[in-house]
């Protein structure tokens, strides 16, 4: 703490007094007056991070930043079949992976996403995207072989809305649980404000030139099974229970990025064809294996706005 003036002695026989003028508490750069140890730590960061890598680094079992390759960082593991798929500048952070009617797909388990170790678990991309009036999409699927839903799936209802609109996305994630069933969650109209499960009808923005943030959450304990669209919970059903709905990671398992078996050549699981291969951009792919906080969760999301 510095002093605005020298500090100025007044003398009464007997007593001597000092007073001293304090300047104001805020420090130029260092608007939160934090001491001058924990100012330069925090200078420069959003949230307390200086980068979105940082946050929750030691739960991080999988990503794809799509600098260049389609390579998962931490396994090294890379897509055995692809289709309609190119890297672009201008990314979230450096180049992003953009598709034309493209996937990309891995069939190697990854040992990170085994159910010892994935029971929690945090999926969080970037996206640019229009709805198409026809087709689903399908971001990010935990694929079991030979099996049309996987045990995680990451899907847009692109086909609820016209391409003109940018306005709605209806999110519609979908796990299998241990019992064998899907549990789902959906960003979608609930007609009954006085229903005790209502959920007010929240939507992001998008575009083929915004990117959006998508991100979902399961709490293992709990059975809360979260959506978030540009920091802010947009799912209406995010209950799912314990037992026999928890979360299951069947094994084997591989990863497809913006399609289903059903998109892919030769790979057809039956006559579903309800999803196409995606047509947008994606970066920054993450899974934790815990169900991210909300204070980290908008931390990612304004670290991306400012591509840090």
Known sequence: MKFSKPYHKYCIPGITMIAVLFSACKKDGNPNNLPDADAAKYAGTIDGYKSSDEVASANLVAYWDFEGTNNEKISGANPTTVAGNSFVEDGVKGKALSLNAGYLYYPLQLANLK?????????????????????????????????????????????????????????????????????????????????????????????????????????????????????VKVGAFPSRNVGTNLFKSYEPGEIIIGGNYNVIPGKSVNTDVSFAAMTGKMDELKIWNIALTDAHIKAIYNLGLAKK
């Open 115 to 231: 159910t010892d170790v994935f029971q929690s678990f945090t999926v969080s991309t970037w996206v640019q995207i229009l709805n198409n009036g026809s087709k689903r999409t399908m971001l990010f699927q935990l694929a079991r072989p030979g099996v049309f839903n996987g045990s995680l799936n990451f899907i847009l209802n692109t086909q609820s809305f016209p391409a003109t609109n940018t306005d709605e996305l209806k999110i519609n994630p979908t796990f299998t649980a241990i019992s064998g069933g899907m549990q789902d969650n959906v960003n979608t109209k609930r007609d009954n404000p006085g229903d005790p499960n209502y959920f007010p009808y929240l939507t992001p923005k998008i575009g083929a030139s915004k990117w959006t943030h998508l991100l979902l959450t399961y709490e293992s304990t709990t059975g809360m099974f979260h959506i978030w669209a540009d920091g």
